[in-house]
């Protein structure tokens, strides 16, 4: 196991966790549990209780920070999402009935909100226009996990049916989805700078994608004994889960082996996992009622000087194709121009008629 010399002490709390998250700039960390009850904490060398909400009227299941970080969005069973502003620590707007079906998984990216249901739902939020733009219903089963190619626009999301769907955010379109597999995907990140997309599943396997042909998985990674339920990147081919058996452990995709254990919640199922802005403290919410920290700066320090040359090489490919899908969006012909003005002017009305996701403040 890895030792840890700074993490700070675990946090105890009353009720089951079901989320964490880590500010992106400051030494702040949110969750939210069971009774639907959200607390914020500073941590360090001593922890310390900030604030505590109870705006929800059902278990808090998930929560995001906008990329800034200044506000935290906050989804409930309770089928409700609310923003908090995290300098004042203001509930400024909680909207009811934002899904049919209890909201399961938050993900923010610029400005962009997604958000998705027990029921499969995926429903995409502009910030800017303070609405709904795109809601999707091709998935059957819960929600479970959301990741970004942000340099492709799109927005992949896994659920409890065993499939895998991207969506590109700028055309507001389904652009690819899986077959269903019998394994229900629980997790999902991108590795190798986007040329592979990998999920966590109910099984225990790591379920690989090829970027383009998201039809059926194309490879996987036995080893696990019970579910993957959440997992972090260390870099483009080495990732860190979190499993029922209570076990966060540091395992290599490329090639495929496990490297060694984290750390342990005993038996008790690893809820989520969630890293610190300055990528030196792992965090963990358990079954256990409590949250764990882990020392992982060397872990993340080794990947940064071990970054190869290969590494470099596609960052550079990766900044000229979207450079070129840049001067591809440019280069639209009148025809397309005319599309995308029809299709503009269909959300408009459609906006219109929905409810705007700030319409209380």
């Not at 998930?62 to 300098?87: E, H, K, N, P, Y």
């Not at 077959?179 to 991108?190: A, G, I, N, R």
């Not at 090639?255 to 199922?269: A, M, R, S, T, Y």
């Not at 300055?278 to 992982?296: A, E, P």
């Amino acid at each position: 196991m890895f030792e840890s010399d700074c993490a700070p002490d675990d946090i105890l709390l009353e009720n089951q966790p079901f989320d964490l998250e880590f500010h992106p700039t400051q030494n702040l960390l949110v969750t939210g549990d069971i009774t639907g009850q959200v607390f914020c904490y500073r941590y360090g060398e001593e922890n310390t209780l900030l604030a505590t909400y109870q705006h929800h009227t059902d278990s808090c299941r998930a929560l995001t920070f906008t990329s800034d970080g200044s506000f935290l969005f906050t989804g409930s069973s309770d089928r409700s999402i609310s923003m908090i502003d995290v300098a004042t620590g203001a509930v400024v707007a909680q909207i009811p009935d934002v899904h049919d079906a209890p909201v399961n998984r938050l993900f923010c990216w610029e400005n962009v909100l997604a958000s998705g249901d027990d029921e499969g739902c995926v429903k995409i939020w502009d910030l800017k226009q303070k609405a709904c733009v795109y809601e999707f219903n091709e998935n059957e089963d819960f929600i479970s996990g959301f990741a970004l190619r942000p340099q492709k626009n799109a927005l992949l999301a896994t659920s409890g049916d065993g499939r895998l769907s991207v969506i590109n955010l700028r055309k507001g379109e389904m652009q690819a989805k899986s077959e269903e597999h019998e394994d229900e995907f629980l997790s999902v990140l991108v590795m190798k700078h986007g040329r592979k997309v990998v999920c966590g599943g109910q099984s225990g396997s790591v379920h690989f994608f090829s970027w383009g042909q998201f039809e059926k998985h194309n490879d996987v990674l036995s080893g696990h004994p019970q579910s993957i339920d959440t997992m972090i990147k260390v870099d483009e081919e080495t990732i860190i889960t979190g499993s029922s058996d209570g076990l966060i452990r540091i395992v290599s995709l490329f090639p495929k082996k496990l490297i060694g254990v984290v750390g342990e919640h005993e038996d008790f199922p690893i809820e989520k996992l969630a890293l610190s802005y300055d990528q030196t403290i792992l965090g963990s919410c358990s079954h256990d009622h409590h949250i764990k920290f882990w020392d992982v700066k060397n872990i993340y320090k080794d990947a940064r000087e071990n970054k190869t040359e290969d590494d470099e090489g596609e960052e550079v490919e990766q900044e000229k194709e979207k450079e070129k899908e840049g001067g591809e969006e440019e280069m639209e012909t009148e025809g397309e121009k005319e599309k995308t003005k029809k299709r503009n002017q269909t959300a408009r009305t459609e906006k219109k008629q929905r409810k705007g996701f700030y319409a209380d403040l």
